[in-house]
């Protein structure tokens, strides 16, 4: 097998990279020399998963990678343009992101639930205010989302006493952690139902926008909103309209529709509204494990073994089959 | 049987009281008049049982209530008074606050780990960075009180995928959840291995002032220290020292030598610390649950059956066997 050309999309070192010395030839470029190296590139790394240029340097009929990795959850920054229907492979870091991702949502649910930026704004103050606050145990979610972050948060929930719904695309009547998953028809009557509304979909062409107005007019009162989906499943002004007028009592957003979130946007200091930098999933050491997960599956690649965490491009996520043919 | 005479310490009206009419003479005192009528009573309700009025009350040779209920997990503001051998029983609100602690408890660990006042204090600046986070799952944490609040707050732990060291007054090499409860002697060790130390004891004289400049210094950089129990736990000048010089990395403490504390104390803007107002506990509807307890526990006294929650003078708690005989 002749030295496979690795192009890596990168803003940063990459660790542990020299685990491929004289088993590729590896690539660095930038989002502008991208288009040109493109077509001569064996496997495409996006280290920089972040970027939209891969989307925009994309070639049309000419060659390209026919690998190409996303050391990220989501691949929507990628589709549709790669998928078509020309053979090229993508993988995700799917796993790697469950538990930190969990964690991060349980801790907002219970900081919510305890008031906690109430409590350090009044220690700023120097002002001792007791306050009643909320039992986690005995409350309802529903989860949007039923992949592996979804389903790992369901499971955190579930061990603190939170009874769970998850929605997923494919509805099932059985499920042996959750009793089932419901599709996305019977969101109307769990929304009205939950205490905490925990946003974790792929972004797909369908989901884009499913927090709107009218989503959120479903919710109670008392209801919490979490978004650790992507920005663009919120109409934020919707979601901040619904907070203004106490439609819903609280949300945290960790992704927004523009990332960085701008200085000057009005999000920042909306009353109820916890906001946090798109960091939801990266704890220490989580640069080291993406880069493990691609290299192991890069010696799948090389042995011709079939890939870990192909994404189904059709659906825009790895289906739960984790297996799939090798390109 | 004679009706009961009920006195009531309190400061607030007591829910659901009225369940007693026509079975007690209810009477209600503030702190200056208690002494006057305890020798009057049969029973007596510390309603409001953050004071100190019934130890500095309490008649010598007299006659004195036969049962007193604190409604609250500590019985350190009634000890060592009214254990004076002449047979009145203490009862406490075992129970009622396990659940809510130990959600209060893993909120602040999550929070610790996520660093969530730092993000708040960045979104009050307007200002999107970026960090990397704390994994919660692999850690390890040592709980200090191995009573029904400290094994909540383990089991919570435990379930989030945190190794968890128990420490009780009796040791025990067996313990089908934990494994083992480890004696006060294993501290020095297990303080060097724990990532989160959460102190819940009870408060007594063997108790008092445990977590001093010598505990700190066992501890690790990284560690984080968090108090539940009673301040009197914590020398707390010897805490701030250890965050200053980066002994330790942070501190949450619901509970202080004085309460409330002081508006100029120095420790409201210790760096690394957070502070609460002694609130772990008391989630909406907690006076209700009070109520029922104590009404429950007062059918068996007029019952003349075994009543709950007895506390052990001499311990200073309710001992893992949850019944004593009637008085």
Same mark, same amino acid.
């Given at each position: 097998m002749s030295e496979t050309c690795l192009l890596v999309l990168d803003d940063e070192p990459l660790p542990r990279l020299d685990r491929l010395a004289g088993r590729a030839r590896v690539v660095h470029v930038d989002e502008k020399r991208l288009a040109d190296q493109l077509p001569h590139a064996d496997v495409l790394l996006v280290w920089d998963f972040l970027s939209d240029a891969v989307r925009d340097a994309w070639p /049309?009929? /000419?060659p390209r990678p026919r690998w190409v990795h996303t050391p990220s959850a989501g691949v929507d920054r990628l589709l549709p343009e790669l998928a078509d229907g020309r053979g090229t492979v993508i993988t995700n870091a799917r796993g790697i992101f469950d538990?930190?991702?969990a964690e991060y949502v349980l801790g907002l649910v219970l900081a919510m639930a305890k008031d906690f930026r109430g409590t350090w704004e009044l220690q700023r103050q120097r002002r001792w205010r007791h306050r009643e606050t909320f039992r986690l145990s005995?409350?309802?979610a529903t989860v949007v989302g039923s992949g592996p972050i979804g389903r790992e948060i369901g499971r955190s929930l579930m061990a603190l /006493? @939170?009874? @769970?719904d998850l929605v997923g695309r494919t509805p099932?009547?059985?499920d042996a952690e959750f009793g089932r998953v419901h599709g996305t028809g019977a969101m109307r009557t769990l929304? /009205?139902?939950?205490?905490w509304v925990i946003c974790?979909?792929?972004l797909t062409e369908e989901s884009k926008g499913m927090f709107d107005a009218g989503t959120f007019a479903l919710m109670k009162p008392e209801a919490h909103f979490l978004n650790v989906g992507r920005g663009q499943h919120v109409v934020e002004d919707d979601l901040v309209d619904a907070l203004l007028r106490h439609r819903i009592k609280g949300a945290a957003l960790d992704v927004f529709g523009e990332e960085p979130l701008p200085a000057d946007s009005g999000l920042w200091d909306v009353p109820g509204l916890l906001i946090s930098p798109h960091m939801s999933g990266d704890t220490v050491g989580w640069r080291d494990d993406l880069s493990e997960q691609f290299l192991d599956n890069f010696d799948r690649w090389e042995a011709g073994e079939p890939l870990l965490n192909v994404v189904d491009t059709e659906l825009g996520y790895v289906p739960t089959k984790p297996e799939s043919p090798a390109p």
């Amino acid at each position: 097998m002749s030295e496979t050309c690795l192009l890596v999309l990168d803003d940063e070192p990459l660790p542990r990279l020299d685990r491929l010395a004289g088993r590729a030839r590896v690539v660095h470029v930038d989002e502008k020399r991208l288009a040109d190296q493109l077509p001569h590139a064996d496997v495409l790394l996006v280290w920089d998963f972040l970027s939209d240029a891969v989307r925009d340097a994309w070639p /049309g009929e /000419g060659p390209r990678p026919r690998w190409v990795h996303t050391p990220s959850a989501g691949v929507d920054r990628l589709l549709p343009e790669l998928a078509d229907g020309r053979g090229t492979v993508i993988t995700n870091a799917r796993g790697i992101f469950d538990r930190p991702i969990a964690e991060y949502v349980l801790g907002l649910v219970l900081a919510m639930a305890k008031d906690f930026r109430g409590t350090w704004e009044l220690q700023r103050q120097r002002r001792w205010r007791h306050r009643e606050t909320f039992r986690l145990s005995g409350t309802r979610a529903t989860v949007v989302g039923s992949g592996p972050i979804g389903r790992e948060i369901g499971r955190s929930l579930m061990a603190l /006493g @939170v009874k @769970v719904d998850l929605v997923g695309r494919t509805p099932r009547n059985s499920d042996a952690e959750f009793g089932r998953v419901h599709g996305t028809g019977a969101m109307r009557t769990l929304l /009205g139902q939950a205490d905490w509304v925990i946003c974790v979909a792929p972004l797909t062409e369908e989901s884009k926008g499913m927090f709107d107005a009218g989503t959120f007019a479903l919710m109670k009162p008392e209801a919490h909103f979490l978004n650790v989906g992507r920005g663009q499943h919120v109409v934020e002004d919707d979601l901040v309209d619904a907070l203004l007028r106490h439609r819903i009592k609280g949300a945290a957003l960790d992704v927004f529709g523009e990332e960085p979130l701008p200085a000057d946007s009005g999000l920042w200091d909306v009353p109820g509204l916890l906001i946090s930098p798109h960091m939801s999933g990266d704890t220490v050491g989580w640069r080291d494990d993406l880069s493990e997960q691609f290299l192991d599956n890069f010696d799948r690649w090389e042995a011709g073994e079939p890939l870990l965490n192909v994404v189904d491009t059709e659906l825009g996520y790895v289906p739960t089959k984790p297996e799939s043919p090798a390109p």
